[in-house]
């Protein structure tokens, strides 16, 4: 009788495990599965020595764009850049400057970053001031007139030098808000 008993309770766990294993494995192959579409992670243009210029909706420029070169990923939409050089128009009367050794157009062509070497200088045409902004790196929102950065900048104008930890730079309104651990020396005009 004991051997009835076990033998009995053996098929029945046995039986489980069977219905368990068909369960699960029904689960894995429900529904046909979706093939996921190739993304082509390669540049699909690369140009030299190219101009990029750029007109805001009501037809005035807005910014142009040089560089040795640049380098376009249609996965993501970017465009990477090689010693670029940008000039904003945004402000007519107080046009920027930027240069740095690397950069990327962002999705939209509309907003830029910068690395390495970055050097901002913004020329007030009406009395020839100049500020300069130097870090290594920055991003550059065109449509705002903001340029924005986290890591260390040294701020040079016509009076004195400033140096801090992240800024962001208003450049339509000329205004600078330093983040942290600002330190400086302003020397008055004669």
């Known amino acids: 009788m004991p051997n009835r008993n076990s033998i009995l309770i053996a098929f029945l766990m046995l039986t489980f495990v069977g219905i368990g294993y068909w369960a699960y494995d029904s689960n894995l192959h429900v529904g046909a599965q979706k093939k996921q579409p190739l993304i082509r992670k390669n540049a699909d243009y690369y140009l030299i020595n190219t101009q990029i210029t750029q007109y805001n909706e009501t037809g005035e420029l807005n910014y142009t764009l040089t560089s040795?070169?640049?380098?376009?990923?249609?996965h993501n939409d970017t465009t990477l850049l090689q010693t670029p050089h940008l000039e904003s128009f945004s402000d007519p009367k107080k046009p920027l400057v930027a240069d740095a050794l690397n950069g990327k157009l962002l999705p939209g062509n509309q907003d830029i970053e910068l690395w390495d070497d970055v050097v901002?200088?913004?020329?007030?045409?009406?009395?020839?001031?100049k500020?300069?902004?130097?870090?290594?790196?920055?991003?550059i929102y065109s449509e705002q007139g903001l340029a924005v950065t986290d890591r260390p900048v040294l701020i040079t104008n016509n009076t004195g030098r400033t140096r801090a930890i992240g800024m962001e730079a208003f450049y339509k309104e000329s205004l600078v808000k330093l983040k942290s651990r600002v330190r400086g020396f302003h020397e008055p005009k004669p």
């Open 68 to 74: 040795n070169s640049i380098t376009h990923y249609p």
């Open 120 to 129: 901002m200088t913004q020329t007030d045409l009406s009395n020839g001031n």
């Open 131 to 139: 500020l300069r902004m130097d870090t290594d790196f920055i991003t």
